[in-house]
């Protein structure tokens, strides 16, 4: 395929590993990416507006009760706007998000690079469907592909649709490769998807049928039928379920997010790799959570040398849009022709442009080593701050996915935290704070989040 033309809305600094060629003058790349906006858009106040005060927070919390459907236990803050790894709500207290839109803002929020990306797309094209071609998705295709062990993308919007996508690959490839015509509703083919006690893959029927909390499926039964469900880090509990003829496909997320922070022992998904192989099945990489930089390598799976047939991504590749991917090898796309799936917003230039911005900055080494040393920073300042606590059982986590194990509830931590101006959340059995910052996160902010935790802990 003949060279795209490969537009920089950020300046290109050099270090984008994409092999596509840049054929925009280095002069033009490297002007102000804010210049472009002059004249276009005005924020008001620079983007921060007024505090409001307390009575706005009350209407705008009862508004929601009234009008949005009440599938959230939303804390009773009402966040206004933000910069880096700060946030402030409406009534004008500052935050450190160390919560980043769960594992989202990688670059922080309003990143001014971010911004001109999506400004820049935003007034030339939105959207178009999938019924046309267009360029920015073709580039964000390539920067995945190139930079990983994948052939193909498919594009999506959530993490959840990413999986969903992920289950229905892993089913026709398995109709296919038992021979079958996977259009004949009479053929019998392997179908059984295997999943992890603790992890989580999403809340759409599929992905649900494989997350592991009874409470999030129950109310909605039956779930899919095929699921088959094996303890996590136990390759004899996988070797159990994991069988010929009737595995499609093996779903396991390198670190465990949701579930608890939990890294996967090598010789874990170095077995899964090995049973997939003997059984004829696809091992499928969620990295929903622990992909694009957060573990301080660029795909989490990169940490155990042990290569997927497919991997799920999502939250933070558009750095706050929404968008999902599904990246795969050739012998998994090979078996998909058109009209076997889709989506009608995936995609799309605006989400696709202001994806490749994010990428292009968390894809480098040097990008990808401060997130090591933030994540180190972060754990053994929670060491510090907390270690001592006796309702501390363990610091763990790699990168800036890092969890502190309670053997008490952990909302209560939180809370305290939130009122003293540090926002975390929650994972595991509720009994771990979850910290998934912005990739940016400074070295300030993270101390000042350990003392706070610290402090939270002990007013237990
Ligand atoms: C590992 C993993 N997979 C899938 C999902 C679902 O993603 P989404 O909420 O975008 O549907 C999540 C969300 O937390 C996740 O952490």
């Not at 840049?22 to 276009?40: E, H, S, W, Y």
């Not at 004008?92 to 989202?104: L, N, Q, T």
């Not at 992920?166 to 089913?171: E, H, L, T």
């Not at 779903?251 to 997010?257: L, N, S, T, Y």
């Amino acid at each position: 395929m003949a060279h795209l033309k490969h537009r920089h809305a950020a300046p290109c600094r050099g270090s984008c590993t994409s092999r596509i060629r840049c054929v925009i003058p280095r002069a033009a790349a490297t002007v102000d990416p804010l210049n472009l906006l002059k004249g276009i858009f005005k924020p008001a106040n620079n983007g921060t507006p007024a505090p409001q005060g307390a009575d706005f927070t009350k209407q705008v919390m009862s508004e929601e009760s009234k009008y949005v459907l009440q599938t959230y236990a939303r804390a009773p803050v009402v966040i206004s706007h933000g910069k880096g790894a700060k946030v402030w709500d409406a009534e004008g207290k500052e935050y450190i998000d160390m919560a980043a839109g769960i594992a989202v803002n990688a670059l922080g929020h309003s990143d001014s690079r971010w911004f001109a990306a999506l400004a820049e797309q935003a007034q030339q094209l939105a959207h178009t469907s999938n019924l046309y071609h267009t360029q920015p998705q073709v580039e964000l295709a390539k920067r995945l592909v190139e930079n990983s062990f994948a052939d193909k993308a498919f594009f999506c919007n959530t993490g959840t649709e990413a999986n969903e996508g992920a289950i229905k690959f892993a089913r026709k490839w398995a109709r296919v490769r038992a021979g079958v015509d996977p259009y004949d509703a009479n053929a019998s083919a392997p179908y059984e998807l295997v999943s992890f006690t603790s992890c989580f893959h999403g809340r759409t029927m599929g992905a649900l049928a494989l997350t592991y909390k009874e409470q999030y499926k129950t109310p909605f039964y039956p779930m899919m039928p095929g699921h088959r469900l094996a303890e996590y880090n136990n390759l004899d509990s996988a070797r159990a379920v994991i069988e010929k003829g009737k595995t499609a496909a093996v779903f396991v997320e390198p670190v465990q997010g949701e579930g608890g922070i939990t890294p996967s022992k090598l010789a874990f998904l170095k077995g899964l790799r090995e049973l997939c192989d003997e059984a004829g099945a696809l091992l499928v990489f969620d990295e929903v959570q622990c992909g694009l930089g957060r573990t301080g390598k660029l795909w989490g799976h990169q940490l155990y040398g042990v290569e997927p047939d497919m991997m799920t991504l999502a939250k933070p590749l558009a750095g706050g849009l929404p968008i999902g991917a599904v990246l795969m090898k050739q012998h998994v796309a090979d078996v998909m022709k058109p009209g076997d799936h889709g989506s009608t917003f995936a995609g799309n230039p605006l989400v696709c442009h202001v994806a490749c911005t994010v990428f292009d900055i968390i894809n480098n080494p040097t990008f990808l080593t401060s997130v090591e040393q933030r994540g180190v920073r972060l754990r053994e300042g929670l060491k510090r701050t907390m270690g001592g606590n006796p309702h501390v059982k363990e610091v763990r986590g790699v990168g800036l996915l890092v969890g502190v194990q309670l053997d008490v509830m952990a909302g209560p931590v939180v809370d305290t935290a939130r009122e003293m101006g540090v926002l975390a959340i929650t994972a595991g059995k509720g009994d771990v704070i979850r910290l998934v910052p912005p990739l940016v996160v400074g070295d300030a902010e993270i101390d000042k989040c350990c003392e706070v935790l610290g402090q939270a802990l002990k007013r237990l």
